[in-house]
């Protein structure tokens, strides 16, 4: 099977909305959680070999609306294409395979040139935005996004303030 972006967009956007929303293990999703493993498992390779043979506005799409799913900034696909703000590379490096990061803003670049190959950046510890395809994970200045823990999430001030909905 050929992935394309939708199906890559798809598959990524919904593995991370459940890394940083779910509290895994209490039952709460109507499908075993164990498939869900069995799917990131079968999937994980293709997804990284995907992201190996796009052009960068196929990139930088399927990146942004990760972000914007899982930050709750809007929709995995925009109502009014734009060209997004930022320009996505790999990380370098042997440890890195699967690991991106923003490499620059996109007005610096020419906004349609997909000829040029994805930039690779050396890693550092001060990335602002990471999304890594091996372990399903986004990381915002060093930290790593999650679930709140139970007794975080029934204090009476947390769910007077956000609300009692959960996954």
């Known amino acids: ?9 798809t598959l990524m956007c919904s593995f991370i ?3 940083t929303r779910h509290a895994w293990n ?3 999703l109507t499908i075993p959680e164990t498939e869900i493993f069995e799917v ?3 999937m994980r390779r293709k997804l990284i070999e995907w992201s190996k043979s796009v052009t960068q506005s196929q990139f930088d799409g399927v990146m942004e609306a990760i972000v914007r799913l899982t930050s709750g900034t809007g929709y995995r696909i925009e109502h009014q294409p734009a060209h997004p703000d930022r320009r996505w590379a790999y990380i370098a490096g042997e440890k890195s395979i699967g690991r991106y990061t923003v490499a620059a803003a996109r007005r610096t670049f020419l906004e349609t040139d997909d000829s040029v190959p ?8 001060s990335l602002r935005v990471e999304i890594d395809f091996q ?3 986004l990381t915002l200045k060093s930290s790593h996004l999650q679930a709140l823990q139970k007794q975080i999430a029934n204090n009476p001030d947390v769910r007077l303030i956000f609300g009692s909905q959960s996954m």
């Not at 099977?1 to 967009?9: F, K, M, N, P, T």
């Not at 994805?118 to 510890?125: K, R």
């Open 17 to 19: 909305y459940l890394t």
């Open 1 to 9: 099977e050929d992935l394309d972006e939708g199906i890559v967009s």
């Open 26 to 28: 209490m039952e709460l």
């Open 118 to 125: 994805i930039d690779s950046i050396p890693y550092n510890s």
């Open 135 to 137: 372990i399903i994970q």
């Open 40 to 42: 990131l498992q079968v």
